[in-house]
């Protein structure tokens, strides 16, 4: 069970009476879990699922909190995959709260030994509890820790070996975190697993002023840039094609923007599936 | 027994006032579903913000304690015949 | 070195503290969502309060608040049920006294509108229930004691209806409140004294028989008739046990 090997979009609650209406011409769409605990919004996305396949992207279960994952959250979030059967599920390479704080953002891991089996060991149970592999993104950062050891592609590589698990490839935080730490892209993308990555993210970023300037910012609020796009067409040669997905989640653009996006993800796609036939 | 029976009678009568009454959904008279759209219900999906997808992201910084002039309130309090605050009550 | 939970606690309090040293822009950037989005989460859940208190004003106590009291889940749809008893112990209450109990309100119907809507039960199904049912409440069900101006205060508001807000004389008369997802939608209605009791205990637990104590028979049928026409139970559990201990 995997989406298509083609381009679909992110739904976002704006967009969902506009959606239902025109079913649109599209792949798959991902939506963020936790927005469908709430019953309305579920509502509507039993059937979305009816005409499409649904992929569940989780933004609050907090993989990497040394105090381990909520197990009320796990349980939400099982209850969700058993009503709409996903596709893919997945989360970040992340923390959001410790000691039972969440803090509702994609906090930087430390990337060291001890990190490295605390993350696997959520991940492990999430797959027992889920019943099935999940995937893992790489997080947009904006600071690193001292103590970190481990380059974060071959954590993500450790990660996949130790649990099976496979990875989102988000070709906007690689951007994002090479501008921000100094890191070759390229390089990069190379060291991943490139049999477990099974999705790509593409997004918009802005660049920092005042207080944050000098950063690129992971923002989805505007069109992807153009060297994203020249990156993911370098993923493409470097791991080869995978189901892609457009993120956008402020200034909700109308849905055909979003779908234009998806089909120029969805041309290059093609065209890397051809040329790696012809090769 | 008394007991049992007891339950049964109430049981029996309520099930009586119930069947018979008007439904109230049915009378929708209540206000409810014109405040409903205040809440934003499938309009903005609230975890979506986790995702690193601030707008303001890059603007302010977040601000330091709230200076004390900030925590009085300026909105529809004020239109409250006598609800209106005199700066020092609130500090 | 630091351990990983060593580390993650000091960078939580160093995220949540309510100054810090935001010369490093990456501190800048993890601060900022987290306001953001927290803030957004509570704008979303208290739309009164917000326009009750202006932008600025609920920033400000909004800011006080996830400081004080973060999420404790990974769904802000359940952050902000201790908004309410936050701004009830703030400064503004003295000013304000309606001002918690219409957080309350928003609250509640925040709660509401989120919750699934459960199956209803029907006269034919109470039949077979016992002396010792207990009685399921819908999800989206809350029952709050309120003062008589915070009601219509929170409905003028969301109504923006100036020239009501204006008739608002304040009264701290307590009323009883249920609010709940009803067929069609949020439904809010008052409800007297007696009939708040009766359904409180059914809602905590206590068997038909000990909420009904005290009330005679006439007094509890209709106590329950109302409860079932306003579609506040979804069902019931027989316990099975044998005898109850008297009221």
């Known amino acids: 069970m995997a989406p298509p090997v083609s381009a679909g979009i992110g739904l976002r609650l704006p967009h969902h009476a506009t959606f239902l209406a025109s079913k649109p011409d599209t792949g798959w769409v991902e939506v963020h879990s936790e927005n469908y605990f709430s019953a309305p919004a579920l509502a509507v996305l039993t059937r979305v699922r009816e005409d499409y396949p649904v992929s569940l992207h989780g933004v609050g279960l907090s993989l990497g909190s040394a105090d381990g994952v909520d197990a009320a959250h796990l349980a939400r979030l099982r209850a969700l995959a058993e009503r709409i059967e996903p596709v893919l599920v997945s989360e970040h390479l992340a923390w959001t709260g410790v000691n039972g704080v969440h803090l509702a953002d994609l906090l930087p891991l430390p990337l060291h030994e001890d990190s490295l089996t605390l993350f696997c060991r959520n991940v492990e149970r999430t797959q027992e509890a889920l019943k099935r592999r999940i995937l893992v993104e790489n997080p947009s950062t904006y600071l690193r820790f001292p103590e970190s050891t481990i380059p974060e592609p071959e954590f993500l590589t450790e990660l996949t070996r130790r649990t099976g698990c496979g990875l989102i490839c988000d070709i906007n935080n690689i951007h994002v975190g090479a501008h921000n ?15 477990a990555v099974a999705e790509y993210h593409l997004a918009g970023h802005m660049a920092g002023d005042g207080a944050t300037a000098g950063l690129l910012l992971d923002t989805h609020d505007r069109e992807i840039a153009e060297p994203v796009w020249a990156l993911f067409e370098d993923a493409l ?15 909700l653009p109308p849905l055909a923007d979003l779908l234009a996006e998806a089909w120029k993800a969805q041309t290059m796609l093609e065209r890397s599936a051809a040329n790696a036939l012809a090769a | 027994m008394e007991r049992r029976n007891f339950a049964a009678k109430i049981l029996a009568a309520a099930a009586g006032i119930a069947a018979v009454a008007t439904p109230i959904a049915a009378n929708a008279q209540t206000s409810g579903a014109k405040l409903e759209k205040c809440y934003g219900i499938n309009a903005i999906g609230r975890n979506d913000c986790a995702a690193g997808t601030h707008s303001c992201a890059g603007q302010a910084t977040m601000a330091r304690d709230p200076a004390s002039f900030v925590l009085l309130p300026t909105g529809d309090c004020s239109k409250i015949a006598g609800g209106s605050l005199t700066p020092g009550k609130a500090s | 070195m630091l351990s990983l939970l060593e580390r993650q606690q000091a960078f939580q309090a160093m995220l949540l503290a309510s100054s810090s040293d935001e010369r490093q822009a990456g501190i800048a950037v993890y601060r900022n969502n987290i306001r953001a989005a927290l803030t957004l989460a509570l704008r979303l859940s208290f739309p009164a309060i917000l326009r009750l208190l202006g932008e600025d004003c609920f920033r400000a106590h909004a800011a006080r608040f996830i400081c004080a009291q973060p999420p404790r889940e990974g769904d802000l749809h359940l952050y902000g049920d201790a908004f309410a008893a936050a701004l009830a112990g703030s400064p503004l209450a003295a000013a304000l006294p ?4 219409v957080a309350r309100l928003d609250w509640a119907a925040h709660r509401a509108l989120h919750a699934p809507l459960a199956a209803l039960l029907t006269p034919q199904a109470l039949r077979a229930a016992q002396g010792d049912s207990v009685f399921v409440a819908q999800p989206s069900l809350s029952r709050l004691t309120l003062r008589r101006d915070a009601r219509a205060i929170w409905t003028a508001v969301l109504e923006q209806d100036d020239a009501a807000l204006a008739r608002i004389v304040p009264d701290p008369g307590e009323i009883h409140v249920m609010v709940m997802r009803g067929l069609g939608g949020l439904e809010i209605f008052e409800v007297s004294p007696e009939i708040f009791a009766f359904a409180g205990a059914l809602v905590q637990g206590l068997t038909l028989e000990q909420a009904c104590a005290g009330m005679g028979d006439a007094e509890a049928a209709e106590a329950l008739g109302l409860c079932l026409t306003r579609n506040l139970f979804t069902g019931f559990t027989p316990t099975g046990r044998e005898e109850l201990p008297c009221p």
């Open chain 1, 181 to 195: 730490h100094g890191w070759n892209a390229h390089t990069y993308l190379r060291a991943l697993p490139a049999a």
């Open chain 3, 98 to 101: 309606y001002l918690a109990d």
């Open chain 1, 237 to 251: 040669s470097i791991i080869g094609p995978r189901p892609a997905m457009i993120e956008r989640d402020a200034h």
